[in-house]
């Protein structure tokens, strides 16, 4: 008989992946997903646990399941993802209902997990860290399945340890991906049909860089290149500690990288980055801007920045502030600083009220909230190449792909262009996407 699951997928494109792992062994075991939790036979989340938000999120959600599962006992309930490895145990003892809990390198072990609860009923927990040679062959790797755009991991965990980031204490130690399976995966989506991928990993710049006989970042971006059938490479994310000066050439030399880079920020005060453990100074970001520009005049950067890191002053926050006013982002996600268990800052002194804070805050998406429509809007009555990816769900149907910059653009057109690169005339700008006609309507 075919059971069906209901999954849920919060936080980073680390756990995107790791849902689509999910999915496949799922199916292995004779599990059909559906779109809704009312019919499902099992249910399950994968969490974040970056901010406290999403880590709120999940126990909200699983309030919800409960009425679900008071009225179908049968029904089995798991956690996963990186709250399920920083609680754990924890978790089982907080809610009764829940039946399993896998931490981020146990999702091999769902199959055998979701058969021993439907067995014997019995509540489980994995969520020991794997040692790296197990890592390594057990790395996700997805060459089946449809579309035109798609990930592939290239390294995952993270060493560098952020006084603020909760990440190396739920993924584990930095560890890369041999360049000959990155690169066979990719020659087999092209073939497939995809036509541009997203090189992913908590810090990819670092990719290789302890391995002698394997090929770094830039040498590993070089050889996609060549690869027939690809037209369009991405990566993120980025430590702009390790963007070397060769990466930063790739970006004129590799004519499939696309001209955006998501380079996080953080802080544009020097003594907030000490404190968060970045290593880098504003000056040095601001120097790797420059020299992106030179290389690539039309790249546009995104960025991440946290405000209210524990003693960030007001001169801290105006350092921000005009860093990110040189920088002019496309786009930044802006979070408030939430402390994480477990990290060092989270035994940091912290005066400053959260009003004060949010005043910061709101600075700053204002800051930002003007720049990006003004650099979108920059677009409007040129021209841009649009990868198509399919007809969108919204919007009447209409085809939807993005440009290299990362945009989202909407028009009209045939099935015919999904999977090519058509010029579009940008007719309008949205706050998160823009409008297009093909040339010629
Ligand atoms: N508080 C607020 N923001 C955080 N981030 C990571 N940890 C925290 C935290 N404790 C942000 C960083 C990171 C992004 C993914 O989430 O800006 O780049
Ligand atoms: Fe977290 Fe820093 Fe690692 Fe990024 S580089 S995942 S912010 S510790």
């Not at 050439?249 to 404190?275: M, V």
């Not at 909407?410 to 949205?430: A, Q, W």
Request: hydrophobic content about 35%; overall charge negative; aromatic content about 8%.
């Amino acid at each position: 008989m075919s059971r069906c699951f209901y999954l849920e997928t919060f936080g980073c494109q680390m756990n995107v992946v790791d849902s689509e792992r999910i999915v496949a062994l799922l199916g292995e075991i004779g599990y059909q997903q559906v779109e809704s939790p009312d019919t499902a036979d099992l249910i399950l989340l994968n969490t974040c646990s970056v901010r406290d938000k999403a880590e709120r999120k999940v126990y909200g959600h699983l309030g919800r399941f409960k009425p679900l599962k008071q009225a179908r006992p049968e029904l089995i309930l798991g956690v996963g993802g990186c709250v399920a490895q920083q609680e754990g145990e924890r978790l089982l003892e907080k809610l009764p209902y829940l039946d399993i809990v896998f931490g981020t390198h146990n999702v091999h072990r769902l199959p055998e997990m979701v058969q021993k609860v439907e067995s014997g009923r019995e509540r489980c927990q994995e969520t020991d860290f794997l040692d790296g040679e197990t890592r390594l062959q057990l790395f996700p790797r997805r060459s089946e399945g449809e579309g035109i755009v798609r990930f592939v991991t290239v390294m995952q965990g993270c060493d560098n340890f952020c006084s603020y980031c909760v990440v190396p204490l739920v993924r584990g130690r930095e560890i890369s991906r041999p360049s000959h399976e990155v690169l066979d995966e990719i020659r087999d989506l092209a073939q497939s049909g995809v036509r541009e991928v997203t090189l992913i990993g908590q810090n990819v710049n670092s990719y290789g860089l302890r391995q002698s006989d394997e090929p770094n970042f830039a040498g590993l971006l070089r050889q996609v290149q060549k690869i027939e059938g690809i037209e369009r490479i991405r990566f993120t994310t980025s430590h702009p500690r390790d963007l070397s000066d060769e990466l930063i050439d790739c970006f004129g030399e590799l004519s499939k990288l696309c001209l955006h880079l998501h380079l996080p920020l953080q802080s544009g005060s020097d003594a907030i980055l000490k404190r968060m453990n970045r290593g880098y100074s504003a000056a040095d970001y601001l120097r790797k801007v420059e020299r992106l520009r030179t290389v690539a005049p039309d790249i546009r950067l995104t960025t991440d920045i946290i405000v209210g890191f524990p003693g960030e002053s007001d001169n801290d926050f105006a350092a921000t502030l005009a860093a990110v006013r040189e920088v002019g982002y496309a786009d930044a996600f802006t979070f408030l600083y939430s402390p994480r268990p477990g990290t060092a800052a989270a035994d940091y002194d912290d005066p400053m009220p959260a009003s004060e804070k949010q005043i910061h805050f709101d600075a700053l998406l204002k800051l930002q909230l003007e720049t990006s429509a003004r650099i979108w809007a920059s677009d409007v009555g040129k021209t841009a190449a649009v990868l198509v990816e399919g007809r969108s769900k919204q919007g009447g149907g209409q085809l939807f792909g993005r440009t290299t910059w990362n945009r989202i653009v909407n028009f009209e057109g045939g099935d015919e262009l999904i999977g090519t690169i058509v010029p579009v005339r940008i007719v309008r700008s949205f706050k998160n996407s823009q409008l297009g006609e093909t040339l010629g309507v």
